[in-house]
């Protein structure tokens, strides 16, 4: 097999992201002589500029089909390696977003100081490599692999401060993480015994009319591969290190986790799923909808009661991902990209604004936010705005349709009580939400927060509002992104 | 023939995986782990797979382990015998092992149970080299991406920050 | 060579990892225990392959499970080395710095 | 300022409505509907009709309306501008019912003059008993306006029509007929306080006596006998309704005559003598001829005068003496001095209460014989109704004539027997005749008052030759037998100082003790029950929820202990019970 | 026009959002009082021209305004319309918004910060003049859901100074109920969608979803619980009485008069024509609810000691009439249930702007501790209460008689698909219930407003009524008696219904 043009066009903008990698390291290792203000500028432009290239490739190309790293099958189509399609489209577009607003948000001054700039923006950018494979990739290697490239980077980033919280962070991560690989490589391998491929396609074709005890064998292969995915999206019962790992890193690199890595899982397990792994009406469908159900509901309910803004932030992450797995349980990805797309401007917007005042208040609790509608009411206008969004009530369109999208995808799934569950989670939601809005308005006993904002958290955050606020008038931009 | 090696080696390194989970000296552990994964790799050339074997020795044998026994010096882990290197819930975490061994070894004997396999030699380092090459291109330039990453990351973390340093050192200076 | 001998043995030594991530308390050991799964992935493939008598796909990707292993150990040590920097320990069970306050 | 205005707005409505009916008087019937609107096949509005009912019942409200409100003009000083823009309300929603050819249109006046009813007996608010009596007041005549409501739609449905002059009995099936004059019938009692629902009219005294006069007399309780010969045609095709009607009304014209036998205050004896008179009318009604609604309008309009001019003396009585009660009373008749110190009051009141008790001559004996005659026409005809209400009639004509003279020997005349007459009403207090009271103030009532009483006087004496006077001798002689029979009882107890009055008749037959028993304890414990039920049930559901998501909220966190490897057996844990979850689910 | 008045609140409250905390609560309020004036103005402009206009069935079509696709993908419109159903709530929207704004002129609750108030005053408005005008079953979702958030706002910083806990409760068990009802409507609708095809209300009143069993039943009953929270219909109520006692007078004011509504709206608009055989199945359910609504609500007023929260559960009770209306589903029934709508949000609205008066005066709504013989202390207040009080137990003459009396004569005679014997059972218990009401109104008079006033000593300040509130309160009295004597004024609107 020799790489073809179609192939380079459809790894282009991993290959582009894997380049600039490099890049920024080389420009950050020998340009020593540069002022560290002046390295961290260039280095962010630097990886702005490949994220944005990948952005516009992703543009151009919304509408094309590119199948890569192809050979001929002994039976049904071709099997490749990856596929660059408008669904690949819209998850990378979703996936660099997400890596560029974390870009911005550790923009210079609110980075902290002692993370490695190049080193930093290394590891994201190999993270966000592999997170563009992943969600293209069409066989189980390249899918777990892909996985790894974008998990171990992101560990490595939550242990860059190289402090003890980072590295207790990083190492729950990391186990967590290495048990869920195994275990994933474990189904792999007996998907592999069963049907005799590695390629999706071939597997879900051959996945069907298994006789009953090898039917039982792929049902473990693929709840074992379901599970590994289920621990990088932390779904109940696979969430615990979540929380312990987000307060444990910096704030910028939470974000990362929570927008990137998430969103990766996501898209991982969706490539996984439309790509007939667990076929309609198997009971691993059954098996995401049962996590479904539990990730939202205990990580709402968890989230209920938390009293510093990143752990509430990092259980809400937990519940909105049972919503992500809900249609994902039914096989729509449409609603899946769509509520990932909202879900990752809001959070970065959140984060971003946990950040700002992180920064300035240490200890990171919501009564820090006391009052907040008075001293600082841009900012607060915009944290209530994301919260409202994630709770997915109006003014928050953005997440009350990719709600919407989700309980439509449920409902025409025929999983009936999945539905019930859902909107009783959106009761809960809206309840932990709406503790924190109210600190938001609640007069202050002390000084209020009010400090001079950061310009490039102003920004981001600003960048945020307006594409959620966009995306709450024109709700079909976020379904058009998987179509 | 190979039935025979093949069991000679899975007995071997079933013995020195139970060891490595049990031992209460870490450094008998991790060279009980060679003797498990040399054992691993005697099950792969038993089964003809050479070139499998060969890398697992090389990497696994040579390299992993070498870096696990450099970890523990680093770390300082003692040479004798811990009361507490397994938690309070070693019972209860070998329940639920055995659990998850009984319904999968079930769920493979009823699957596989008459199946035979007559390893045939595909595993030459060609073999290999001609798949990894022609069929898995793009998994293969993935691990790269991934080795370097890891490489740089464990750099980046090994590496003193400068604010950890100064801390550091002013802690030492309070000490003194 | 009956098929499930391998597999039987991947099983046992899937298990035996398990059991040893979950009750041993020293990272680096967990760690090792890793490492067995792993080999019990890799067993499976091996097996697996032999069985299909195929183009040795399961083979190459025992050969990039290996090496993705040695690149999580690489990381994980590291990680290791900086726990044990900040805490003292390299105790699973004892790093408990970011637990909810109740 | 505002005061004035809305005494002059009130003179002056009453006279319109005088002016109004001189000026209908003899014009042919009409009517003329507005304002209507469809509700599916429904028309739902307004219409008038004038004829000669309306034309009489015009100049009945008109004259008392005028009357109270001339009356009230020196009777009232506390908030008076609220008191004439009731009064003149209260009227004109009388007017409604009396115009009104909508039963809509009709229940709007109707039930109007309930709220306005409360409002005015409510008028001295400071006062307990004015609280509660109007309250009881309105809701017990709200309850009967259920069944009045509930009785326009069966006969409304029944006839597809709520025009009063399109219901055409013929046309209603007998069942739908009989239950919505039944229900009508409902609301009639209720609002004439018949039995089982008078309890309300005796406690709704403590009002002002121009609202009294102008309750007993015209308004109110005299829309349900209106009423009733409004829709006479319907009313008297369903027997049963009769029948009802019928016993409702013996029963309750010997009640409240035995009532008012009682009782110690002028102004309940005369409450329950208009329960008793109204209950005459109503038996007039049940006969189910021409004559009888004859008779009972008759009887009507010669009530509204001897009964209005009873409560405005009473009223001066109130105003004059502070009270009406008998015991009060008492004191001042030595030496007749109550007689020569109100004596145009004392005039006036001899007249209303020979008329009300039927001496020869007076209005009310005539109308009394219509209604006589009519039930013994009708009981000649063989029917049993007709025997039933002239008995009662009769029976209740003596106890009338009884009571009316020992209201008036009471309160104006000195017992020649002392020591009982004390005894009579006020126990073991021998001292309290003995204490004269400050007489010398007393004199009768400033003009305005004056003036309506005489008037109303006349009418009490003059209206029964209105009708022409056709008096049949037998039943006129029998008539006055009655009254003989009646007056010489109370009489000789008078003589000898005693006033017998049996507890079952004091307490009124126990009534209002059994409601307050089975309806207003209930309902509070009901009420306390639905409360509780909110708070402990309900409420308790709602709460608990919030508590179980804030427990398990804390149980989430206390599982989240920082120790890695829990979490790692959890989640291993969890790949077993999802296994086994699927399957089971699945299959 | 419709989508000005729509959108012209909105861009207002956000302008006055923008503008720096400088300018004064009393030009927030005057500026308030101008743009809900101009929407007021708008809204009688969409009064109908001619009546008898409207789409309950093929034949006519509704006044669509605006209909654009919004996301086409998941089959949503925004689709705007109104009818004869419609306007009359959007003109009580507007009007009762618009004296909420004067009245806060110069009455503004304690906490202060009016300028935010009106702004939230403002998007309430929008959403529920969205949500009378939607067209969309998910449109008619999102409106129903904008008016969350602030009148959550409104309750949470600008309710019972007293009792921040208690306020804060009452807002988050108001929110949260209501979101939950939602969800499950949501779910409804989208069943609605499965089986139908399209969201659209006008076509699936053209062509309903018929079925009284199955996946239509579920959706019915999804959607009926969901308004069911809002109407609030028992067992469901557990959070108006708390929520209406905590809010500030113009939030209880519009939470009363104005949201309420939304509820028996949504199932006039949505469940009868949409899904008619399954309302129909369950409609016996609903009047039964109701009816004990009726009763229920009646006997928790005669039980309590707090006026606001007497008038809160005395709307349960109306508002159970206006369910069983809806149940009968017959002509006079669904006419009384709307009439009763509007004659609600007037007379309702007026006893809560009372009750903040004399809330203010006093500083506690508590009966014992205002004490009694208002008649002596405030008399026109307590003139106007005692009216209101008449008016909202449904004296004839004024308002809320009719549809009372539509909704029993609509229980008398039922949809004849309807069991005719339980619904009469469901017209006698609620015709009780009318004494009932009529009872608890007389107690709250007589405990407030009659008594000794030598005992009851009249509180420092205390003013009767004043020129702002005469103002605001007005053109309610003024609505309350014209409807009362003149309701074809509403009825003839519905022509065709």
């Known amino acids: 097999m020799t790489l073809t043009w179609t192939d380079w066009q459809a790894i282009a903008v991993p290959l582009v992201l894997a380049i600039g990698a490099v890049a920024v390291l080389l420009v950050d290792s020998f340009w020593r002589s540069a002022s560290a203000e002046l390295r961290h500028t260039v280095v962010t432009l630097l990886t702005s500029v490949v994220i944005l290239f990948g952005l516009v490739f992703v543009w151009a190309h919304r509408d094309d089909f590119k199948p890569a790293f192809c050979r001929p099958a002994v039976e049904g189509p071709a099997q490749c390696s990856l596929v660059f399609e408008p669904l690949t489209a819209g998850l990378w577009a979703v996936l660099l977003i997400g890596g560029l607003g974390v870009v911005g948000l550790s923009a210079y001054r609110l980075l902290a100081a002692d993370v490695p700039i190049g080193e930093y923006h290394f590891l994201l950018l190999s993270a966000l490599t592999g997170a563009t494979v992943l969600a293209g990739a069409r066989d189980l290697a390249t899918l777990v692999i892909a996985l790894e490239v974008v998990s171990l980077p992101s560990f490595a980033m939550v242990a860059l401060r190289r402090d003890r919280r980072g590295s207790e962070g990083a190492m729950k991560a990391f186990l967590v993480s290495v048990l869920s690989t195994a275990v994933m490589l474990f189904g792999v391998s007996y998907l592999y015994g069963v049907t005799g491929s590695l390629y999706l396609s071939t597997i879900a074709n051959r996945l069907t009319g298994l006789d009953p005890d090898l039917a039982r064998v792929a049902f473990a292969a693929g709840l074992f591969v379901i599970v590994g995915f289920a621990f990088k999206i932390a779904a109940v019962p696979f969430h615990a290190w979540l929380p312990d790992t987000y307060v444990g890193a910096p704030v910028e690199v939470t974000t990362f986790l929570a927008v990137v890595s998430k969103s990766a899982g996501v898209a991982g397990l969706l490539v996984l799923v439309t790509s007939g792994i667990a076929p309609d009406g198997s009971q691993l469908q059954t098996v995401i909808a049962i996590l479904a159900a539990v990730t939202m509901t205990v990580g709402n309910l968890a989230a209920l009661r938390q009293v510093e803004a990143v752990r509430l932030l990092a259980w809400s992450s937990i519940g909105q991902v049972g919503f992500l797995l809900a249609p994902l349980a039914v096989d729509n990805a449409q609603a899946v990209v769509g509520y990932l797309a909202a879900y990752v401007v809001v959070t970065l917007g959140a984060f971003g604004a946990v950040a700002v005042v992180q920064r300035h208040r240490p200890a990171g609790l919501l009564t820090d936010y006391r009052g907040m509608v008075r001293s600082e009411p841009g900012l607060a206008a915009a944290l209530i705005f994301f919260l409202v969004v994630l709770a997915g009530l109006p003014p928050g369109l953005a997440g009350l349709f990719t709600k919407f999208a989700a309980f439509q995808a449920v409902i025409d799934g025929h999983l009936g009580w999945l539905a019930i569950v859902m909107a009783v989670n959106v009761m809960i939601g809206l309840a932990v939400y709406l503790r924190w809005i109210a600190e938001l308005f609640r007069l202050p006993a002390d000084d209020p927060f009010s400090v001079d904002i950061e310009t490039p958290a102003v920004t981001m955050i600003s960048l945020c509002t307006a594409v959620a606020a966009v995306l709450s008038v024109l709700p079909s931009i976020m379904f058009a992104l998987a179509t | ?176 | 060579m009956p098929l499930v001998l391998p597999l039987l043995l991947a099983v046992v030594l899937f298990c035996i990892g398990v059991y040893g991530v979950l009750a041993r308390r020293n990272v680096i050991t967990m760690l090792m225990s890793f490492e067995l799964m792993l080999n019990a992935v890799n067993l499976n493939l091996v097996a697996f392959d032999a069985w299909r008598v195929d183009e040795a796909t399961g083979q190459t990707l025992a050969i990039f499970v290996i090496t993705l292993a040695a690149a999580e150990i690489g990381l994980g040590l590291a990680i290791v080395l900086l726990l044990f920097r900040g805490h003292g320990h390299v105790d699973a069970d004892a790093a408990r710095d970011l637990e909810e306050a109740s | 300022m505002i005061a004035t205005v809305w005494r002059v707005a009130g003179v002056g409505f009453s006279l319109l409505i005088l002016l109004f009916a001189a000026l209908l008087y003899g014009a042919t019937p009409d009517q003329y509907a507005f304002m209507n609107s469809q509700v599916g096949d429904l028309t739902i509005g307004f219409a008038v009709r004038t004829d000669d009912l309306t034309v009489l019942l015009l100049a009945v409200v008109g004259v008392i309306a005028t009357c109270v409100q001339v009356y009230s003009l020196g009777y009232l000083h506390q908030r008076p501008a609220s008191y004439h823009a009731l009064v003149a309300l209260f009227t004109a929603a009388m007017v409604t019912v009396v115009i009104s050819d909508s039963l809509f249109f009709l229940l709007i006046g109707w039930e109007v003059m309930g709220a306005c009813s409360y409002l005015l007996i409510g008028h001295y608010w400071e006062r307990r008993d004015a609280r509660s009596g109007a309250v009881k007041a309105f809701l017990m005549t709200r309850f009967a306006d259920v069944g009045f409501l509930f009785g326009i739609f069966v006969l409304g449905l029944g006839a597809h029509t709520f025009r009063i002059s399109e219901i055409d009995p013929a046309r209603i099936s007998p069942g739908v007929l009989t239950t919505g004059t039944l229900l009508l019938l409902v609301g009639v009692v209720g609002k004439s306080a018949q039995v089982p629902l008078q309890t309300w009219l005796p406690d709704a005294m403590p009002g002002p006596s121009p609202v009294s006069a102008l309750i007993h007399a015209a308004t109110m309780v005299a829309a349900g006998v209106f009423l009733i010969a409004r829709l006479y045609t319907v009313f008297s095709a369903s027997e049963t309704t009769l029948t009802v009607l019928a016993i409702v009304a013996c029963v309750t014209m010997l009640f409240a005559a035995l009532c008012a036998s009682a009782a110690i205050e002028v102004k309940r004896v005369l409450a329950w003598s208009t329960v008793s008179q109204l209950a005459i009318m109503f038996s007039a009604l049940s006969l189910g001829t021409a004559d009888g609604r004859h008779a009972a309008l008759f009887h009507l309009v010669t009530h509204a005068a001897f009964k209005g001019l009873l409560f405005l003396c009473a009223g001066v009585l109130l105003h004059q003496v502070g009270s009406a009660a008998l015991v009060v009373l008492r004191r001042y008749t030595r030496r007749g001095k109550s007689r020569k110190a109100l004596q145009v009051t004392f005039l006036t009141m001899t007249v209303g209460l020979a008329a009300l008790a039927g001496v020869p001559g007076f209005a009310g004996f005539f109308s009394k014989d219509t209604v006589i005659e009519a039930a013994w026409e009708q009981a000649h005809d063989g029917s049993a109704v007709g025997w039933v209400v002239l008995l009662s009639v009769c029976l209740t004509a003596a106890l009338t004539a009884f009571y009316c003279v020992r209201l008036w020997l009471w309160t104006f005349f000195r017992t020649p027997a002392l020591a009982g007459g004390i005894g009579a009403f006020e126990d073991g207090d021998a001292a309290a005749d003995l204490d004269e009271p400050d007489s010398s103030k007393l004199r009768d009532a400033p003009w305005v008052m004056l003036a309506p009483l005489v008037l109303l006087a006349v009418a009490a004496i003059a209206l029964g030759y209105a009708d022409g006077v056709h008096l049949n001798w037998v039943i006129g002689l029998i008539s006055t037998a009655l009254v003989l029979l009646g007056a010489l009882p109370a009489y000789s107890l008078w003589r000898r100082g005693a006033d017998p009055r049996p507890l079952l008749l004091e307490r009124e037959f126990g009534a209002d003790p059994a409601y307050h028993g089975l309806v207003v304890v209930p309902v509070r414990w009901l009420a306390k029950l639905t409360v509780a039920g909110d708070r402990d049930v309900i409420g308790a559901y709602v709460r608990a929820v919030g508590r179980t998501g804030t427990l398990a909220s804390q149980g989430f966190r206390r599982m989240q202990t920082g120790n890695v490897q829990t979490y790692l057996t959890a989640a291993v844990i969890g790949v077993v019970a999802l296994a086994v979850l699927a399957g089971v689910i699945g299959s | 026009m419709l989508l000005a008045i729509l959108v012209l609140p909105l861009l207002a409250a956000g302008a006055l959002w923008s503008v720096p905390a400088v300018i004064g609560d009393r030009l927030a309020a005057a500026y308030g009082s101008v743009i809900s004036g101009l929407v007021l103005v708008g809204s009688v402009l969409l009064w109908p021209q001619n009546g008898g206009w409207f789409a309950y069935g093929p034949q006519d079509e509704p006044r669509t305004e605006i209909d654009v696709a919004w996301i086409p993908s998941l089959g949503v419109r925004f689709h705007l319309g109104v009818d004869s159903i419609s306007v009359p709530l959007i003109v009580l929207t507007a009007l009762l918004t618009f004296l909420c704004c004067l009245y806060s002129l110069k009455i503004t609750p304690r906490i202060g910060r009016t300028r935010s108030l009106i702004a939230l005053l403002l998007v309430i408005e929008t959403g529920v003049i969205g949500t009378f005008s939607a067209l969309d079953l998910v449109l008619f979702f999102v409106c129903f859901e904008i008016v969350l958030i602030p009148m959550w706002l409104v309750i949470d910083i600008w309710g019972d100074h007293h009792d921040p806990a208690g306020r804060k409760r009452a807002a988050n068990t108001f929110v949260l109920m209501t979101v939950f009802g939602s969800a499950l409507m949501l779910l409804g609708f989208l069943l609605v969608q499965r089986v139908a095809g399209t969201l659209d209300i006008v076509e699936l009143t053209s062509s309903p979803v018929r079925g009284g069993h199955g996946i239509p039943l579920v959706a019915a009953l999804l959607i009926a619980v969901g308004l069911a929270v809002k109407v609030p219909l028992w067992p469901l109520h557990i959070w108006l009485p708390d929520a209406h006692a905590k809010a500030p007078t113009v939030g209880s004011v519009l939470l009363a008069g104005v949201l309420l509504k939304l509820g028996t709206y949504g199932m006039i608009r949505i469940l009868v024509p949409v899904l008619p055989d399954a309302t129909a199945t369950i409609a016996p359910y609903l009047g039964a609810f109701s009816t004990v609504a009726i009763v229920a609500g009646s006997l928790a007023c005669l039980a309590q000691t707090d006026v606001k929260r007497l008038i809160a559960y005395s709307s349960v009770g109306h508002m159970g009439f206006i369910g069983l209306g809806i149940s009968t589903l017959s002509p006079a029934g669904l006419r009384g249930a709307l009439f009763a709508n509007i004659a609600h949000g007037l007379i309702t609205g007026l006893l809560f702007f009372l009750a903040g008066a004399i809330k203010d005066r006093h500083d506690t709504s508590d009966l014992r501790t205002i004490g009694r013989a208002l008649y002596a202390r405030l008399p026109r207040i307590a003139a106007l209460l005692t009216f209101a009080c008449l008016a909202s137990l449904g004296l004839p003459g004024l308002a809320g008689f009719w549809g009372e009396m539509l909704v029993l004569l609509g229980a008398y005679h039922p949809a004849p698909w309807l069991p005719r014997t339980t619904f009469l059972v469901f017209m006698v218990i609620a015709g009780l219930g009318t004494v009932l009401t009529a009872a608890y109104f007389l107690r709250l008079v007589r405990n407030l407003c009659q008594g000794d006033p030598a005992e009851n000593p009249p509180a420092a300040f205390a003013v009767d009524l004043s020129r702002i509130e005469l103002v605001t309160w007005a053109p309610l009295i003024t609505l309350t008696v014209l409807l009362g004597v003149w309701p074809g004024l509403l009825l003839q609107q519905w022509g065709a219904l």
Not at chain 2, 49 to 62: D, H, K, M
Not at chain 2, 119 to 126: K, L, M, R, W, Y
């Open chain 2, 1 to 176: 023939m190979t039935t025979a090696l093949f069991s000679v080696a899975s007995v071997v390194a079933v013995v020195a995986s139970v060891v490595v989970v049990v031992s209460r000296r870490i450094v008998h552990a991790a060279l009980w782990l060679v003797l498990a994964l040399g054992a691993v790799a005697g099950c792969f050339g038993a089964l003809q797979a050479e070139f499998v074997a060969l890398v697992q020795i090389l990497v696994y044998v040579g390299a992993i382990v070498v870096l696990v026994l450099f970890a523990l010096m680093l770390t300082k882990a003692p040479t004798n015998p811990l009361p507490e290197l397994t938690t309070r819930r070693s019972p209860f975490a070998a329940v639920v092992a055995a659990v998850l061994a009984l319904i999968l070894g079930t769920g493979v004997v009823l699957a596989f149970g008459n199946e035979k396999v007559k390893p045939v030699t595909d595993g030459s380092a060609t073999t290999i080299g001609t798949q990894i090459f022609k069929n898995w291109v793009l998994p293969f330039e993935v691990l790269s991406v991934l080795l370097l990453a890891a490489l740089i990351g464990a750099i980046a973390l090994s590496q003193r920050s400068d604010s950890a340093q100064r801390s550091d050192s002013a802690q030492r200076k309070k000490e003194d």
